[in-house]
């Protein structure tokens, strides 16, 4: 439960501290990292494209442009938010939240797979369309 409550306060603080990269991508260079190789490369947007720009409008409470800039990101972001709120909660109420979090997870594990694959390809399509214009926001 402390693992998982670092891992995602982590990630929520992170996103706070960051500015979003106007453009919809590039957010992630403010942490040292690298462009992004696939976008470089094929002037494409990769899978990921986005999701730190996204994570970071929702930590600043910029819903509309974290939806507009990539719509998979914000259920991520509130998936995050959902394991951060049932890890704090088990860290001073001990009530095996993430245990049963698991286990119904683990009960439809297929549907969420292909339910996060179904997003991330829908979010990938839909990153494509806007980069090349035929989506106008």
């Given at each position: 439960?402390?693992f998982w409550w ?6 929520l ?7 979003a ?5 590039g957010?992630?260079t403010?942490?040292g ?5 696939f ?16 994570f970071?409008?929702?930590a600043?409470?910029?819903w ?14 509130l998936l995050n938010c959902v394991?951060f709120v049932?890890?704090t909660?088990?860290l001073?109420?001990?009530?095996d939240?993430?245990k049963?979090l ?8 297929l549907?969420w797979?292909?339910?996060l694959?179904a997003g991330l390809l829908l979010?990938?399509a839909?990153k494509?369309a806007?980069f090349?214009?035929?989506v106008v926001l």
């Amino acid at each position: 439960m402390v693992f998982w409550w670092l891992v995602t306060g982590s990630i929520l603080v992170t996103a706070a501290i960051l500015k979003a990269d106007p453009s919809g991508v590039g957010t992630h260079t403010q942490l040292g990292l690298g462009e992004c190789t696939f976008l470089k490369a094929t002037a494409m947007p990769c899978p990921m494209c986005g999701m730190t720009t996204t994570f970071t409008h929702m930590a600043h409470f910029h819903w509309f442009e974290a939806i507009k800039t990539q719509p998979f990101g914000v259920f991520l972001f509130l998936l995050n938010c959902v394991v951060f709120v049932a890890a704090t909660l088990d860290l001073f109420k001990p009530g095996d939240r993430l245990k049963r979090l698991y286990r119904n997870l683990q009960r439809a594990e297929l549907r969420w797979a292909l339910g996060l694959l179904a997003g991330l390809l829908l979010g990938w399509a839909y990153k494509i369309a806007v980069f090349k214009g035929w989506v106008v926001l």
